[in-house]
């Protein structure tokens, strides 16, 4: 039964079992066909130089870094892409001047703006914080647009009928409305923050996980990029349960038509 | 001119003060059209009736006659293009704090509990919270909702969801009660539970009842008098007096009376060619 597979203990286990066994194989592969450690280090190297790194505080330092960027390009990103969203969904007018910047930069692939932006931004933490904001900007203001103008027209009308302002409206039924799709543009313009913060320090940065990347790139520590990678994937994680669990909090009513797009999917719910 | 059906049921009308009665709904001359010229739709013409304050009136009549048309109007949600309909005097030119509407959904806030639902008026035109709290409560307890306060919408039943829909028109204490079919999407053994308590409620709280539906028994049930509305245009047909006494149970629809309105409001409707 594929159902008790993935439920309890056992699965649990055999998910273990069978990372170990992946493991094992890339391991014993690396050293039977004695592949290069500049091409593809076993793993045994990954750990030991991800456990270097990890007591040197040289990845927490760069984490670090890249943590700031993120969060701070985030906040910005998602905070003004909220703003214009419901500018655009509750102004005609505002949508009608705005549109055509809008369909220029939503085609546009935002990533190819970091060797400008750090032109004009530097080196330093602003360039980093301005690309991933820029980056994280789209896929929330344009969920904004769809969830703030998705509101149902008869609940529109049973506001109206009781006299209701129309701030009354967006407070009482739009915003509430718009939350699942909020909550969906958060969960990916959180993942996009971090794109935009590494993709920035890959052009021009002096420190972060992507110059930590470079620089090992630079000194074929192929083992060492690995340990980034990874450290990359638990924030990427970690970002990614922030935003489902505030989610789980705040869209506690909208449990049926959960629109998860993370991965891991809880056993039994 | 409007052919009027002289109805009489079989059992005497119940004694109400008539005479005392004042007119709480004037539609007059009411028309709305989309469009001009000759592509011009006539939703409704010369739509024209009144209603008494604390009268039940069914609006029956077939999909596309411009019944819903007719209670938006008087909802305020849209203005008629000729005519005007007056509530209590003055004319309903937008929408208003003393009208109380149930659409053929429940039109429930997922993320607010019953109570909270019900309460939805209450926070729209700023009314004491506290007075109307207790007010919640007691109607919710009407209509038989009692220990469901803290419960969200869906984890309620369709008919209880339109029963606290029930509740929320009724909060503000509107002079009139507007309702859009409102039990069309319930089962049919629910829907007659709700025709029971629909005609509690009244019968209890006295409000003023505009009720449109397309289902002539369901007209027949409820209603004190039922306007009968023939499509194309969308106009007054007939008008009857159910004379059943009240309460009425639900095997009144058994009786010979019952029967009679029935077949003369299906002639009207076919009469002018609006056959259900």
Redesign the interface.
Known sequence: MSHAITRGTTGLTLRLVLVAVVLGAWEAGVRHFEIAPYILPPPSSIFAGLWRGLQSGIYIKHAGVTLAETFMGFTLGTMLAFILGTAVALSRRVEYFLYPFIVMFQAMPKVALAPLIVVWFGLGLTSKVINAALVAFFPLMVNTIVGLRSADEDRVNLLRSLAASRWQIFWMLQLPNAMPYIFAGLEIAMIFALIGAIVAEFVGAEQGLGVLIQSMNFNLDVAGQFGVLLILSVIGLILNGLITRLRRRVLFWDAPRATNTSLRKEPGT | MHGTVEARGRSPAEPRPLASSTEQIAVRNLSLRYGDGADAVHALTDIDFAVRDGEFVSIVGPSGCGKSTLLRIL???MPPTQGQALLAGSAIT????D?G?V?Q?P?L???RTVLANAE??V???GLNRKAMRARALDLLKLVGLEGFEGR?P?ELSGGMQQRVSLVRALI?DPALLLMDEPFGALDAMTRETMHIELQRIWMERRKTIVFITHSIAEAVFLADRVLVMTPRPGKIGAVLNIELPRPRALDVVNTEGFGIYVRQIRAALNATGGAL
């Open positions: 909802a305020g949600l937008g929408p208003r704090r009208i509407v659409f959904s039109v806030f997922p993320w939805v008026p926070h729209v035109q969200y869906r503000h």
